[in-house]
């Protein structure tokens, strides 16, 4: 059984869900891109990836809220840069490893990409999680 889950917290996604929660053995979510969007549906920090990579991270952890998880939890991740410069990646990385998702230790690509979504974006971050069971067993 797959549960999508859209975070309340977060503008809507047009067309797909913040994440997918499937029931195998461990709860698995899979998480759909986080993306340097406010509530209202804005492009954070244009032309700046490093605020853009902190309001997705924020956007993740909402994400990963919604579901019952958090960064601690996250097993895998893919994050993308508008950039083909090296220096733009590693700062990206350095917002990455300060808000502790990659302390799980956690698997992740990190790519640079000729563009994204929406006009403006140069970060995007997908994530799969583990979603632990809470006391109530559930």
């Not at 509530?39 to 579901?67: F, I, M, S």
């Not at 990455?96 to 000729?114: D, F, I, W, Y």
């Amino acid at each position: 059984m797959i549960r999508r889950i859209t975070a309340p917290a977060l503008f809507p996604p047009p067309t797909y869900s913040h994440a997918s929660v499937v029931e195998a053995g461990t709860r698995l979510a899979f998480l759909a891109g986080a993306v340097p969007l406010d509530e209202k549906g804005e492009v954070v920090g244009v032309g700046d990836p490093v605020r853009q990579a902190e309001q997705v991270v924020g956007n993740l952890r909402e994400q990963l809220r919604a579901v019952g998880s958090d960064l601690a939890h996250v097993v895998a991740t893919d994050v993308y840069v508008v950039s083909s410069e090296p220096a733009v990646l590693s700062a990206v990385w350095e917002v990455v490893e300060a808000s502790g998702l990659s302390a799980g230790p956690h698997s992740s690509t990190l790519l640079g990409v000729a563009c994204l979504g929406y006009t403006d974006q140069l970060v995007e971050i997908t994530a799969t999680a583990v979603v632990p069971e809470r006391e109530d067993g559930r």
